[in-house]
């Protein structure tokens, strides 16, 4: 793998319960009590770190 980017190497390699325990963490810290709670919202982080993560023009997995 060959990433410039170390949180995008870091979140390739993280496992799905990883990725869900670290977005429980950004909701509960950064969101409102309302949106922390809302499995949607984390769902959008998770799938959000899978785009970040994805391979950048010329970058290989």
Known sequence: M???N???EILANA???DKVEFAHFLANNL???EQSRDG???RAYVAA???FAAPK???EF
Request: aromatic share 10%.
């Open 2 to 4: 060959a990433y410039s």
């Open 6 to 8: 170390k949180i995008a």
């Open 15 to 17: 496992s799905e319960t």
């Open 31 to 33: 969101d409102s009590a």
């Open 40 to 42: 949607a919202r984390v």
């Open 49 to 51: 770190f899978d785009r």
């Open 57 to 59: 023009q010329g970058e």
